[in-house]
T-cell receptor, first 115, second 113 residues
């Protein structure tokens, strides 16, 4: 069964450092997302991406965050200068088309720990 | 404001019994609802969805009920199995306005023998 894959599974970084989280969405999917989940809390939307541009972002997704699809398979989330409160599990998700037909598939997440 | 919340943080059921997980939402404009299952260390996994023009939808061993009058959503799992143990989230979406899902806080389902 096709799946969304994420790397790394766990990253520990110092506050102020840049972090890049990588995702390989399902190959025929067109819509890509990042969500995050702080330990014990809700899953929160960060950003959606379609046709090589951000289609929607939340208030969490400030200037420290960016996303990129550098090639035909990867989708990355960059945090330029990490803060302690960025510690969370980050989930990448993808779907193939509009809501009428497209189930959202999540990866297994990248755990980010900021010290 | 927007909110999707769950009534119970933990639900314990005996194997073979039916489980009912509840969710309340506050935005009457929401028109698409999804239940996700999250096992420890994994990402959310789609279980079943329902649109606001329906009040019931059935899958394999699962049924989702939507009561728009009281803005309530429930997930029923028949003959609960140990493999059903996980955290269950409801999520909502307003399809015409936005692409994002708003998740609830989650209910942990524990199945004991």
């Amino acid at each position: 069964e096709p799946e969304v894959t994420q790397t790394p599974s766990h990253q520990v970084t110092q506050m102020g450092q840049e972090v890049i989280l990588r995702c390989v969405p399902i190959s025929n999917h067109l819509y890509f997302y990042w969500y995050r989940q702080i330990l014990g809390q809700k899953v929160e939307f960060l950003v959606s991406f379609y046709n090589n541009e951000i289609s929607e972002k939340s208030e969490i997704f400030d200037d420290q965050f960016s996303v990129e699809r550098p090639d035909g398979s990867n989708f990355t989330l960059k945090i330029r200068s990490t803060k302690l409160e960025d510690s969370a599990m980050y989930f990448c998700a993808s779907r193939d088309s509009g809501w009428n037909t497209g189930e959202l598939f999540f990866g297994e997440g990248s755990r980010l720990t900021v010290l | 404001g927007e909110s999707v919340g769950l009534h119970l943080p933990t639900l314990s059921v005996q194997e073979g019994d039916n489980s009912i997980i509840n969710c309340a939402y506050s935005n009457s404009a929401s028109d698409y609802f999804i239940w996700y299952k999250q096992e420890s260390g994994k990402g959310p996994q789609f279980i079943i969805d329902i649109r606001s023009n329906m009040d019931k939808r059935q899958g394999q061993r699962v049924t989702v009920l939507l009561n728009k009058t009281v803005k309530h959503l429930s997930l029923q799992i028949a003959a609960t199995q140990p493999g059903d143990s996980a955290v269950y989230f409801c999520a909502e979406n307003r399809e015409m306005d936005t692409d994002k899902l708003i998740f609830g806080t989650g209910t942990r389902l524990q199945v004991f023998p």
